[in-house]
């Protein structure tokens, strides 16, 4: 039913649920399965300033994705990593699109509570222009 699935991840608590969920759907479909993390940009600090906290947020961001590979393969499941910036949520529908997922996981809460209530949740922008089946996993 599912060739292309792609997995949402931030770091937060219920990461792990969501790759769970995506390992247990891309074992069961033997679907080529695809881990992507966003580094929120638009951010209002100096271009320069910026800059320097994305390069850095980035290198953490490479460990992280490194650490959720390696917990994948503990399941029994490869997967490719992405590493994109922008918004989280158009961010990850144009990496759908990109590799022709035909299901997102994406978790229902996530990190940055604070900026969520004031932009809306990444997990329903996904949900609700996602052209493809979402999974929306709960903790």
């Given at each position: 039913?599912?060739?292309?699935?792609?997995?949402?991840?931030?770091?937060?608590?219920?990461?792990?649920?969501?790759?769970?969920?995506?390992?247990?759907?891309?074992?069961?479909?033997?679907?080529?399965?695809?881990?992507?993390?966003?580094?929120?940009?638009?951010?209002?600090?100096?271009?320069?300033?910026?800059?320097?906290?994305?390069?850095?947020?980035?290198?953490?961001?490479?460990?992280?994705?490194?650490?959720f590979?390696?917990?994948?393969a503990?399941?029994?499941?490869?997967?490719?990593?992405?590493?994109?910036?922008?918004?989280?949520g158009?961010?990850?529908?144009?990496?759908?699109?990109?590799?022709?997922?035909?299901?997102?996981?994406?978790?229902?809460?996530?990190?940055?509570?604070?900026?969520?209530?004031?932009?809306?949740?990444?997990?329903?922008?996904?949900?609700?222009?996602?052209?493809?089946?979402?999974?929306?996993?709960?903790?």
């Amino acid at each position: 039913m599912f060739r292309k699935i792609l997995v949402a991840v931030d770091g937060s608590p219920i990461t792990r649920n969501v790759l769970t969920a995506a390992a247990d759907l891309a074992r069961h479909y033997h679907a080529e399965l695809h881990c992507i993390y966003i580094i929120e940009t638009g951010w209002s600090e100096e271009e320069i300033a910026r800059e320097l906290v994305i390069r850095e947020v980035e290198e953490e961001s490479g460990i992280m994705l490194a650490g959720f590979e390696r917990e994948l393969a503990r399941m029994g499941v490869q997967a490719v990593m992405h590493l994109k910036r922008g918004h989280p949520g158009e961010s990850i529908l144009a990496a759908a699109d990109d590799i022709g997922a035909d299901l997102i996981v994406i978790g229902s809460v996530g990190k940055g509570h604070i900026s969520r209530m004031l932009s809306g949740s990444v997990s329903t922008h996904v949900f609700s222009h996602s052209p493809v089946a979402t999974l929306v996993v709960r903790p």
